[in-house]
């Protein structure tokens, strides 16, 4: 599969759809430390197997931040998906399935 990416730039983050990133700073053992955060979304993932090809299913996919340390920035991943919304996890991970 062809993937030709052009005009990559990275810009600072203001606003975050799917992270959000803290400054934690805290004392252990009487040490000051500092920790860089970043939370996410829950999300579910489906290993998918294919019993007539007797083999896993995986997506293929483009991953920008995979794309700064990768000439190509393409992942073979799990079926998976964001939890956004009030369904149960194995409804999700249905509708996670059928959109791959």
């Given at each position: ?42 999300s ?6 294919h ?32 939890v956004?919304?009030?369904l ?8 996670e399935?059928?959109?791959?």
């Amino acid at each position: 599969m062809k993937n030709k990416i052009e005009d990559f730039k990275l810009q600072p983050l203001v606003d975050a759809k799917f992270i959000h990133t803290s400054f934690a700073t805290y004392t252990q053992n009487g040490q000051k430390k500092t920790w860089e955060i970043v939370e996410a979304h829950d999300s579910v993932a489906i290993l998918i197997y294919h019993r007539d090809k007797n083999a896993f299913v995986l997506v293929k996919q483009f991953r920008p931040a995979v794309y700064l340390n990768n000439d190509n920035g393409m992942t073979v991943e799990l079926c998976a998906g964001i939890v956004d919304k009030p369904l149960s996890l194995a409804k999700i991970a249905q509708e996670e399935i059928e959109e791959e």
